[in-house]
Each structure stands twice: as C-alpha cells, then as structure tokens.
C-alpha cells in the first residue's frame, strides 16, 4: 500500500508561480513513476507530467517550458514547479504513483489550485 499526500496547492494571478509537493509513504517496495495529473471541472483527468525512476521525463504539451516534475528517490517525493500559471491551468491536482513490483496505481486526495485572470 502507498499513501500520497499533496501539499502546495492554492490561489495565484496569472503569470505566478506555484510549487506542489507529493510525499510517499506505506509499505512498498519501490516505486516506478511518480507524477501529477489534473483535472478541471467538468473535464477528464488528465496527465499534466511523469518522472520514471531513472529520471525520464515526460509533460503534457500545454505545460511543457512552464512546469518542471523532479523526483527524489530515496525520500519517495515529488514536486511539480509551476510557472507562469494561466487560467487554463486552474484543477485539482493529484499526485500518482506506481508501484514497481505491483504495477499498482495509487492517487492522493488531490490540491486544487486556481489561477485567476
């Protein structure tokens, strides 16, 4: 089981920035990918970015130069460094993450974080 707790989330003007962090916790053994996703009101979740283990990265194309995913291993954390924040980006957040051996998926409660224009 892994436990996902999202912090950082919040209100910020357009053109701000926000940092949201992900912790780990539980009984695991490792974890594969840790990464974020959101989802606006009335839409889909989507995946907003991802951090392999070895580090590959992957964004979503409207957040790509604006937002930086890192990752430390050995503290099971993840952060999500959002700049130049748009309205367009205004969801709650949720941090994912899978579990290697299982190939489970686990989500946090998730933050929301809103961008007024």
């Known amino acids: 089981q892994v436990q996902l707790v999202e912090s950082g989330g919040g209100l910020v003007q357009a053109g701000g920035s926000l940092t949201l962090s992900c912790a780990a916790s539980g009984s695991f053994f490792r974890i594969n990918v840790m990464g974020w996703y959101r989802q606006a009101s009335g839409k889909q979740r989507e995946l907003v970015a991802i951090?392999?283990?070895?580090?590959?990265?992957n964004y979503a194309d409207a957040v790509k130069g604006r937002f930086t995913i890192s990752r430390d291993n050995a503290k099971n954390t993840v952060s999500l460094q959002m700049n130049s924040l748009k309205p367009e980006d205004t969801a709650v957040y949720y941090c994912?993450?899978?579990?290697?051996?299982?190939?489970?998926?686990?989500w946090g409660k998730g933050t929301l974080v809103t961008v007024s224009s």
């Open positions: 951090n392999t283990r070895s580090g590959t990265t």
């Open positions: 994912n993450a899978q579990a290697q051996r299982s190939g489970t998926d686990y």
